[in-house]
């Protein structure tokens, strides 16, 4: 008698972790080189007394990332880099190499080029760019080349994966790929500009929006169908 509650369960269920998807969406529309995400379902179909028909459920499979880039905007900021084709830069962290597309860059006491978390930027020869107490300009060319008017200092280090959507977000604009690297030939680098999130507002508003009436419809399906049971449940004890 209850079956039809646990499928009305697991779709409440799982709209309830679309809500939080679309939730760190919106969180994230003026964040950096962040990458807006979809939930996956399927339908999961069981047989819970083994003998009876089967029952259909939902079941969340997982998250599809939207992997296009997001506007460019100008900053004239020297070390502010956009990456307007494929790939991501790597950065050292004391778990090992990560990846971001976020490209609003700084330099830290040691005068090394960094992110907006403090994280060293890697370059080719997975070294960190210093930047000369002495140098007065700072130039990065359409390769990822850096140097200043003293000479090159390295070259951006932009790489990609075969299946991106593999790889974990680790918040702050950063992923981890359990994958080999794959060099990026022509990295297509703008200096004095940074890339946006590409999350459309309106679209995850409206989004929103669906998933909560969505929600509140199922909840009145829960309601009524257990003032139905509950009725039944009252009538066959008085016939009893």
């Given at each position: 008698?209850?079956?039809?509650?646990?499928?009305?369960?697991?779709?409440?269920?799982?709209?309830?972790?679309?809500?939080?998807?679309?939730?760190?969406?919106?969180?994230?529309?003026?964040?950096?080189?962040?990458?807006?995400?979809?939930?996956?379902?399927?339908?999961?179909?069981?047989?819970?007394?083994?003998?009876?028909?089967?029952?259909?459920?939902?079941?969340?499979?997982?998250?599809?990332?939207?992997?296009?880039?997001?506007?460019?905007?100008?900053?004239?900021?020297?070390?502010?880099?956009?990456?307007?084709?494929?790939?991501?830069?790597?950065?050292?962290?004391?778990?090992?190499?990560?990846?971001?597309?976020?490209?609003?860059?700084?330099?830290?006491?040691?005068?090394?080029?960094?992110?907006?978390?403090?994280?060293?930027?890697?370059?080719?020869?997975?070294?960190?760019?210093?930047?000369?107490?002495?140098?007065?300009?700072?130039?990065?060319?359409?390769?990822?080349?850096?140097?200043?008017?003293?000479?090159?200092?390295?070259?951006?280090?932009?790489?990609?994966?075969?299946?991106?959507?593999?790889?974990?977000?680790?918040?702050?604009?950063?992923?981890?790929?359990?994958?080999?690297?794959?060099?990026?030939?022509?990295?297509?680098?703008?200096?004095?500009?940074?890339?946006?999130?590409?999350?459309?507002?309106?679209?995850?508003?409206?989004?929103?929006?669906?998933?909560?009436?969505?929600?509140?419809?199922?909840?009145?399906?829960?309601?009524?169908?257990?003032?139905?049971?509950?009725?039944?449940?009252?009538?066959?004890?008085?016939?009893q």
């Amino acid at each position: 008698m209850e079956n039809s509650l646990y499928i009305t369960l697991s779709r409440q269920e799982a709209l309830r972790r679309q809500l939080d998807v679309v939730s760190n969406n919106i969180a994230n529309m003026n964040t950096t080189g962040f990458k807006s995400q979809r939930m996956l379902f399927l339908e999961y179909m069981e047989r819970p007394d083994k003998q009876g028909d089967r029952m259909s459920f939902v079941q969340d499979y997982g998250l599809l990332r939207n992997t296009e880039a997001g506007p460019l905007t100008v900053t004239n900021n020297e070390l502010d880099v956009a990456l307007r084709g494929e790939g991501y830069f790597a950065v050292e962290t004391l778990s090992g190499t990560r990846y971001t597309r976020g490209g609003a860059f700084q330099l830290n006491s040691n005068r090394e080029v960094v992110d907006h978390s403090g994280l060293p930027l890697m370059d080719t020869n997975n070294q960190r760019i210093v930047v000369p107490a002495d140098a007065k300009d700072i130039h990065i060319a359409g390769d990822g080349s850096v140097g200043t008017e003293a000479g090159p200092l390295g070259k951006l280090k932009v790489v990609t994966f075969a299946d991106q959507q593999k790889m974990m977000e680790l918040g702050g604009g950063l992923y981890e790929a359990n994958q080999e690297e794959i060099a990026v030939e022509q990295p297509e680098v703008t200096q004095g500009t940074i890339e946006g999130s590409n999350v459309q507002s309106v679209v995850e508003m409206t989004q929103m929006i669906d998933v909560l009436r969505t929600y509140q419809s199922v909840q009145k399906m829960i309601d009524t169908e257990h003032e139905r049971i509950r009725g039944a449940i009252g009538k066959l004890a008085r016939v009893q």
